[in-house]
């Protein structure tokens, strides 16, 4: 049986509110990875990087689905179902060349 996610009618098309993960291209910080939350737009860093910031999101907004953004690689991932998505032709474009560390 394929795991269901609850939330995948929240997805939307969003507008990427930075180049690189937002708070830590503010702080100086480096990341790993980039995550896209597909309510907003935020950019945020993956749970391998430092500071975890696309996590500290869905905590501080609850909004539950995440985009591999790193480049865009086809996936969403569900905080609350933990349940991976298949975005298929559903990306978000890259603006621009991602800063690999600031």
Partial sequence: ??????????????????????ECLKIGSEWVHLRLCRH???????????????????????????EGYDPPEGWGWCFVDKVMLDLGEDTTPQNGPIPRYV
């Fill in 1 to 22: 049986m394929r795991p269901v996610c609850s939330h995948t009618g929240g997805i939307l098309r969003v507008h990427p509110s930075a180049l690189g993960c937002e």
């Fill in 40 to 66: 907003c737009g935020h950019v945020g860093c993956c749970d391998d990087s430092p500071h975890r910031h696309a996590r500290a999101h869905f905590h501080a907004t609850g909004h539950p689905i995440i």
